[in-house]
C-alpha cells in the first residue's frame, strides 16, 4: 500500500519539494554532495514518520525543520568535527553568484535561513518563528539585523 | 537586494539524477526494514515456541515429579553445642582411679571430680534426678557426657556431669 502525506505520495513530494529543501540545506552546510545526501535521510525520516499532517503547508513546513535539524545534526556529527569544516564549495558557475553566496555564507546559519523563509519562501515572522521553534521577537530583530547586514555586504561590493 | 537574492538561490537546484535514485534509495530501505521485521518475526516465533514447549513439558508433570530431597543439604557439626547444655567431655570410662573421684575415658583424658561438680541437669525440661542416666559411681565401660570450663591438659576438672551410664548393666 503507497502511503501518502498530506494527500501526496512520496514520489510527488520528492518532486515537489527537493529544490527547496536543497537550498537550505545547502546555506547549512555549504556542500552541495552532503546536502542531498541530508535530503535522503529527510525523506527516509518522512516513510517512518508515524504522524499525520493536517494539510500540505503543515507538511512542508515539517520538511523545512527536519531539514534544518538535520543539517544541524550534521555540523555537530564527530565526523565533521574531526574532518573540519571545509572551503565553501564552488557549486554555481557564475562569478556574480559566487560571490553573492560568499556573502550569504558570511551570514549566521539561523539568520541564512530567516533570511531565506522569509524573502524566498515569503513566510511570515510568526509562521518562521513556528517553523524554527523560536520566539517570534527573536525572528524579527534577527531578520532586521540580517538583512541590513546582507543588503549592506551586497551594496558594498556592488553587487545589487 | 531580493531580485539578486532570489536568482542566485534559484540556480541552486538538485542534480538530474537525484529524483531517481532517491526514490530508490527509499525503496531499498523500505526493503531492509521490512526482512529486518520479519528476521524480528521469525526470532520472535522462535521464543514462543521454545516458551510453549517449556509450558507443555512443565505442565505435564505430577507435583511429586517436582518434589525435592532437601535431607542431602543438612550438615551435622558433631563438635557443635547441642542440646540445651554444653557438652565438651564424651567417652567411655576405661579406667577409674583407687579414690573413684577420677577417671579415663577411652580418648585418653583424665577427668576429676570435685566438690564442686554438679551431677545431672535441673533445667525446667529436665527429668527428675531419680530418672537421669546417672549412676551413684564411675564404672569402667560406662558412657559419659559432662562439661568442663577448660577443657584441656592432662587432668580435666569437670564442671557437670549429665551422663554416667552402662547401658548393657545399669545401676540407679
Redesign the interface.
Known amino acids: 500500500m503507497i502511503r501518502t502525506f498530506a494527500s501526496k505520495n512520496i514520489d510527488e513530494i520528492v518532486h515537489c519539494y527537493s529544490n527547496t529543501l536543497l537550498k537550505i540545506a545547502y546555506q547549512n552546510t555549504k556542500c552541495y554532495a552532503y546536502s542531498e545526501d541530508i535530503l535522503q535521510d529527510v525523506y527516509l525520516k518522512l516513510i517512518k514518520y508515524k504522524g499525520s499532517f493536517e494539510s500540505e503547508e503543515h507538511l512542508k513546513a515539517w520538511l523545512i525543520r527536519v531539514t534544518i535539524n538535520r543539517c544541524k545534526d550534521h555540523m555537530k556529527s564527530a565526523w565533521f568535527k574531526r574532518r573540519g569544516e571545509m572551503p565553501e564549495e564552488i557549486y554555481l558557475k557564475s562569478p556574480e553568484d559566487q560571490k553573492v553566496m560568499e556573502e550569504i555564507f558570511e551570514l549566521e546559519p539561523m539568520d541564512r535561513n530567516i533570511i531565506y523563509l522569509f524573502y524566498y519562501e515569503g513566510y511570515s515572522i510568526l509562521e518562521i518563528s513556528e517553523i524554527l521553534k523560536k520566539n517570534s521577537n527573536t525572528i524579527g530583530s534577527r531578520l532586521r539585523r540580517a538583512r541590513q547586514k546582507l543588503k549592506y555586504i551586497l551594496e558594498e561590493r556592488s553587487l545589487i | 537586494?531580493?531580485?539578486?537574492?532570489?536568482?542566485?538561490?534559484d540556480?541552486?537546484?538538485?542534480?538530474e539524477n537525484?529524483?531517481q535514485s532517491?526514490?530508490e534509495?527509499?525503496k531499498d530501505?523500505?526493503k531492509e526494514d521490512m526482512r529486518h521485521i520479519r528476521k524480528l518475526v521469525v526470532a520472535f516465533a522462535a521464543c514462543l515456541m521454545v516458551m510453549i514447549g517449556v509450558f507443555a513439558v512443565n505442565y505435564n508433570q505430577t507435583p511429586s515429579d517436582v518434589t525435592f530431597d532437601l535431607r542431602d543439604r543438612i550438615v551435622i557439626d558433631p563438635n557443635g553445642i547441642s542440646a540445651c547444655v554444653a557438652v565438651n567431655i564424651e567417652g567411655t570410662i576405661v579406667e577409674v582411679a583407687e579414690d573413684g573421684l577420677s577417671f579415663k575415658l577411652d580418648n585418653g583424658q583424665w577427668i576429676m571430680i570435685d566438690d564442686e561438680t554438679e551431677y545431672g541437669t535441673s533445667l525446667p525440661t529436665s527429668a527428675a534426678i531419680e530418672d537421669q542416666f546417672l549412676e551413684p559411681t564411675f564404672r569402667v565401660g560406662n558412657s559419659i557426657a559432662g562439661f568442663a570450663s577448660e577443657p584441656e591438659g592432662k587432668k580435666i576438672i569437670a564442671y557437670a556431669i549429665y551422663t554416667n551410664w552402662n547401658w548393657d548393666d545399669p545401676i540407679r
Open positions: 537586494m531580493t531580485n539578486k537574492y532570489k536568482e542566485t538561490l540556480k541552486i537546484t538538485v542534480s537525484f529524483e532517491t526514490l534509495y527509499l530501505k523500505e
